[in-house]
């Protein structure tokens, strides 16, 4: 068996997105190495990072990056990651999302010393329900994207019979500074920082406002991933959530606070999906029992850190 370092060689897939800056930030401090595989093209931003611009669907390139990184752990963020995109390319999603999944297992779990894996999946998944939603809740994807995870987490159980096997983690909704405005506390952040700057009427374009969902901060996510490949057990399932519900009209009311601007709202039915229900929030017992993590930043530093990345951006 391989001897492992007190510092473990960490691959991230996918590294170059939002939730992978935060995640590599975070790894800099627990890692004798840390390599990014990604299908951007875009120029390394971390000078100590390693970036390998690599298809995860390419069977053969995978497999050759992992045998020649030889791992500790690999965080596996790649993927299409939005409702939105899988519905305009469902083949696409199902090609990177389920059989990027097996490459990357594959590529892995035939290494003479495995990994430990971190396969990030989706709350999306979940039926819905007004109780908070347990591992064990039933599922029902209703989009591209939420079924490709589902059977990209199903290609877990044929790996049972390995000595390190998968852990899984379902987050659900999480934000933080340098998140695209396509996903809504972002675009709120950004539509106040241009009423601000004088180049935006007082008036918010959102969907439906009346929606409660559970925030997490992207800062926390990233801990819980950390801390599940220390502590999670392998073939398991977790929640990453804060087990809170907020109703959105509510956080827009903390944009306002701090900002000190009041604005109208308009509803835009092409911000609105008919999949969309009224209320979603997670239960995050398991993972806070088995690893000890508990969210540590409040939706209101959340909303002021947002607003000050997109000051940072318009200016």
């Given at each position: 068996?391989?001897?492992?370092?007190?510092?473990?060689?960490?691959?991230?897939?996918?590294?170059?997105?939002?939730?992978?800056?935060?995640?590599?930030?975070?790894?800099?401090?627990?890692?004798?190495?840390?390599?990014?595989?990604?299908?951007?093209?875009?120029?390394?931003?971390?000078?100590?990072?390693?970036?390998?611009?690599?298809?995860?669907?390419?069977?053969?390139?995978?497999?050759?990056?992992?045998?020649?990184?030889?791992?500790?752990?690999?965080?596996?963020?790649?993927?299409?990651?939005?409702?939105?995109?899988?519905?305009?390319?469902?083949?696409?999603?199902?090609?990177?999302?389920?059989?990027?999944?097996?490459?990357?297992?594959?590529a892995a779990l035939q290494l003479p010393s495995p990994p430990r894996?971190?396969?990030?999946?989706?709350?999306?998944?979940?039926?819905?329900?007004?109780?908070?939603?347990?591992?064990?809740?039933?599922?029902?994807?209703?989009?591209?994207?939420?079924?490709?995870?589902?059977?990209?987490?199903?290609?877990?159980?044929?790996?049972?019979?390995?000595?390190?096997?998968?852990?899984?983690?379902?987050?659900?909704?999480?934000?933080?500074?340098?998140?695209?405005?396509?996903f809504v506390l972002s675009s709120i952040a950004k539509q106040f920082?241009?009423?601000?700057?004088?180049?935006?009427?007082?008036?918010l374009t959102l969907g439906n406002v009346n929606v409660e969902r559970?925030?997490?901060?992207?800062?926390?996510?990233?801990?819980?991933?950390?801390?599940?490949?220390?502590?999670?057990?392998?073939?398991?399932?977790?929640?990453?959530?804060?087990?809170?519900?907020?109703?959105?009209?509510?956080?827009?009311?903390?944009?306002?606070?701090?900002?000190?601007?009041?604005?109208?709202?308009?509803?835009?039915?092409?911000?609105?999906?008919?999949?969309?229900?009224?209320?979603?929030?997670?239960?995050?017992?398991?993972?806070?029992?088995?690893?000890?993590?508990?969210?540590?930043?409040?939706?209101?530093?959340?909303?002021?850190?947002?607003?000050?990345?997109?000051?940072?951006?318009?200016?």
């Open positions: 068996m391989t001897t492992r370092l007190s510092l473990p060689r960490i691959l991230i897939t996918g590294g170059t997105g939002f939730v992978g800056a935060h995640l590599i930030r975070l790894l800099r401090l627990h890692a004798s190495k840390i390599a990014v595989l990604s299908s951007s093209g875009r120029p390394p931003s971390e000078s100590d990072v390693e970036y390998f611009e690599v298809d995860i669907r390419n069977t053969d390139a995978v497999r050759t990056i992992v045998r020649d990184l030889d791992p500790h752990h690999i965080y596996h963020l790649a993927g299409i990651s939005t409702v939105e995109a899988s519905w305009n390319n469902p083949r696409l999603a199902y090609e990177v999302n389920v059989l990027g999944a097996l490459n990357l297992f594959e894996i971190l396969n990030i999946s989706t709350s999306q998944m979940y039926a819905p329900s007004d109780r908070p939603l347990r591992e064990d809740s039933p599922i029902q994807p209703n989009n591209p994207y939420a079924a490709s995870k589902a059977m990209a987490e199903l290609l877990v159980a044929q790996y049972r019979e390995r000595p390190v096997g998968v852990i899984t983690a379902r987050p659900f909704n999480h934000t933080g500074p340098g998140q695209s405005p396509n920082a241009e009423i601000e700057a004088g180049i935006r009427a007082p008036k559970d925030f997490t901060d992207v800062r926390d996510v990233v801990r819980a991933y950390w801390m599940l490949l220390a502590k999670g057990r392998p073939d398991e399932v977790y929640n990453v959530c804060s087990g809170s519900l907020v109703r959105l009209r509510d956080i827009i009311d903390l944009f306002q606070q701090s900002t000190g601007i009041n604005v109208a709202v308009a509803s835009d039915a092409k911000y609105i999906r008919s999949s969309d229900v009224p209320r979603v929030c997670g239960d995050s017992g398991k993972l806070r029992e088995e690893t000890g993590w508990l969210p540590e930043i409040p939706l209101k530093k959340t909303v002021e850190d947002l607003l000050q990345y997109w000051r940072r951006v318009l200016a």
